[in-house]
């Protein structure tokens, strides 16, 4: 049985691509992982080894002789992984439609183009997230990765929405959770490992505030 697969809505995609990879010599993380929910409908995972994304899709589904499937795709088909758009992918060739308002419409195609099924093991992705009992930590971040994170709220269609990190300490992977997100998503982003000055106010804040008289 060949791969089949449904994401019902499409900015899960574009969401995805933010985490993954860009190094060549680790294929298995430079494209997107699909595998089936225990709840039902499809999860979509991708990472760099720093940054997670993962998603639920509910009304998704995925049909693969084998337990998941690895997917990479172009940005001709990524360019139209927005709100309110549906992928399928089968036999190599991926489709994004645009749904219509109109009752017993059928979608309409806006996109179709290769994709390429990568053939590797994704990691054990569950074995790094974030325990339980997490909480604001003192730790600190890669702002391009932090940067990011604000890529996927606004593939989301929240450009302006706030961010949560959690935790456990300092030195363990954090949750990323985005407000007002109507998807079942979250985030997962390691901290740097660096020495930051202690958090106190600094004493070159403080004085007088200059006046006219002092001019």
Request: aromatic share 8%; with cysteine.
């Amino acid at each position: 049985m060949s791969t089949k697969l449904l994401i019902s809505n499409a900015a899960h995609i574009a969401a995805a691509q933010v985490c993954v990879s860009k190094e060549e010599t680790r294929y298995y993380l430079v494209g997107i992982h699909f595998e089936p929910a225990p709840q039902g409908g499809v999860l979509i995972i991708s990472t760099d080894g720093v940054r997670m994304s993962i998603a639920h899709d509910p009304d998704g589904y995925l049909e693969t002789d084998n337990p998941s499937v690895i997917v990479n795709f172009g940005k001709d088909i990524l360019k139209h992984c927005k709100p309110g758009n549906v992928l399928e992918y089968a036999d190599g060739k991926a489709t994004v439609s645009r749904t219509l308002d109109r009752v017993g419409a059928e979608p309409e195609q806006i996109a179709i183009a290769m994709a390429t099924e990568i053939d590797g093991k994704f990691p054990e992705w569950r074995r790094v997230l974030p325990s339980d009992g997490h909480r604001c930590t003192n730790a600190g971040f890669n702002s391009g990765y932090l940067a990011d994170f604000h890529k996927i709220a606004k593939a989301y269609g929240w450009p302006t929405a706030a961010m949560q990190i959690t935790g456990a300490d300092a030195k363990s992977p954090h949750w990323v959770v985005i407000s007002g997100l109507d998807v079942e998503w979250r985030g997962v982003l390691m901290p740097v490992q660096e020495t930051f000055p202690e958090l106190e106010r600094p004493d070159w804040v403080d004085g007088k505030a200059p006046t006219e008289a002092d001019a």
